[in-house]
């Protein structure tokens, strides 16, 4: 009800819908920072958090005013916390170092969950480590006979995994990098993703989930206590692009992607739960809501976990806890220039379809805290939806070659994407702009990884050099 005075009842409630204190009466002209005051002293915060408010879908960026727009007044006014990093990112600027090793294209790169190596995947059938506080060569990890198409660090930083055109599954050991713990001759096609079990589900790390090019169903391999490896559990899709552990009360649970449909593992029984149909053409990308907290596990943004080791569980259980809130969804696109929205672990229906780019789906990544959702495509752009909902944000227009991978900063506030013309482009959410564009490669780049603590992006491609980006 709006008052005499323009004022609001307003109903203040958390994303999960639980209410937080009585309706209060509210003026029209309150600013977001009057807000934050408002929801900190409800929740009796000791520390101040920075929280977003929403009416709807709608955010409030400057007063209650704004944003209320055409919401009904004749009931109290819902208005949605979302807490938001304590911590800020700023975007990087420049170049600090441009990295020769590789013999053919970067394919893949990530960072260890605690930030301090960088692991990259080549042509060239290697895979390197890069010191990043030194910004210099590591090791150099040889297993495969093709192109090593991607890595995946374990949440416990002990080990990493490399999955190859050849089909085989190197595992390493990385504080004795001189030959890998064990080679699998996983599958009969190229390799194109892998995920490790959560480390909440298993501090020691001893399942990993592999993905590839074609379908023959889960395949068991044979238990290695020497290395303390549980079997590979497969899955396998034409055209898989990437394959992310997702615990949704089931020990284990794999979203496939592949064909024009993806499909959800119990890998602890080695069944099908469940298959997600929708797609009219192939599957390229496949993301969770919780990647990220499941990717860092106990580590904070500043490479930092717990000594103890019960604390340490504790802590990528509450990591995860949060990143899932009232439920962990999936987000996947496709040749046939849509994504969709899916609650994976609860129904096999989409919860939406989203339209808009012309061209196939090329990558899809949800921003560490949930809220957003961002895409990109062959048609040179990248699109950001409300991550719960799917509705719509903005387009992002810069590239004028196709947007091959995207990553977020840690504290969901920026962007960055690589490109068929050779750049690296970060954005920012708030203004919904181009926040800077970075040059410098000579031709594709095909890889772009944010470092945990957000002082470094690290990009390769087509020219074979990796290049470390700085603020």
Request: net charge neutral; hydrophobic share 40%.
């Amino acid at each position: 009800q709006v008052g005499a005075m323009g004022a609001l009842i307003c109903q203040f409630e958390s994303a999960e819908g639980e209410r937080t204190g009585p309706q209060l009466d509210v003026p029209l002209d309150t600013t977001t920072a009057q807000l934050q005051l408002i929801i900190n002293e409800l929740l009796q915060n000791d520390e101040k958090v920075p929280y977003a408010f929403y009416v709807g879908d709608d955010e409030v960026t400057s007063s209650l005013r704004d944003a209320v727009g055409t919401a009904s007044t004749e009931q109290a006014l819902r208005v949605v916390y979302v807490p938001q990093a304590v911590f800020r990112v700023r975007a990087v600027t420049r170049c600090t170092s441009t990295l020769p090793g590789h013999a053919e294209a970067i394919l893949s790169s990530s960072f260890s969950a605690d930030g301090r190596v960088l692991a990259t995947g080549s042509g060239d059938h290697s895979v390197r480590l890069w010191d990043i506080f030194t910004e210099t060569p590591k090791s150099t990890l040889k297993a495969h006979s093709d192109w090593v198409l991607c890595v995946a660090w374990s949440p416990c930083c002990k080990y990493l995994a490399s999955g190859g055109k050849d089909g085989r599954v190197a595992i390493w050991d990385v504080s004795k990098p001189e030959a890998p713990q064990r080679v699998i001759d996983a599958h009969r096609k190229w390799v194109n993703g892998l995920a490790w079990e959560p480390f909440h589900r298993s501090p020691d790390c001893l399942k990993l989930a592999s993905a590839l090019k074609g379908w023959f169903g889960p395949n068991l391999g044979s238990r290695e206590r020497a290395v303390r490896w549980h079997p590979l559990w497969s899955t396998c899709g034409s055209s898989a692009q990437s394959l992310y552990a997702v615990a949704v009360g089931l020990p284990f649970t794999l979203p496939r992607t592949g064909g024009a449909w993806r499909q959800v593992w119990a890998a602890g029984e080695c069944k099908l739960v469940r298959s997600l149909e929708g797609h009219g053409h192939w599957v390229n990308c496949i993301a969770c809501s919780t990647d990220a907290a499941i990717r860092s596990g106990p580590y904070d943004h500043r490479g930092v976990a717990p000594m103890d080791a019960a604390a340490v569980a504790a802590e990528a259980e509450k990591r995860y806890a949060t990143s899932r809130g009232a439920a962990e969804l999936l987000a996947s696109g496709s040749d046939d220039f849509t994504l969709f929205l899916w609650a994976g672990g609860a129904s096999k229906k989409p919860l939406a379809r989203l339209t808009g780019h012309v061209q196939l789906v090329n990558a899809v990544s949800f921003s560490p805290d949930g809220q957003w959702l961002a895409s990109g495509s062959f048609d040179g752009s990248l699109r950001l939806w409300v991550g719960r909902t799917g509705k719509f944000v903005t387009t992002f227009r810069g590239h004028v070659g196709a947007v091959y991978q995207l990553c977020w900063s840690s504290d969901s506030r920026l962007l960055a994407s690589g490109s068929k013309d050779s750049t690296v482009k970060v954005w920012e959410v708030k203004t919904k702009k181009l926040k800077e564009d970075l040059p410098g490669h000579a031709d594709e780049v095909y890889s772009v990884d944010w470092s945990p603590d957000g002082e470094r992006v690290a990009s390769g491609g087509k020219d074979r050099n990796l290049k470390m980006w700085r603020r």
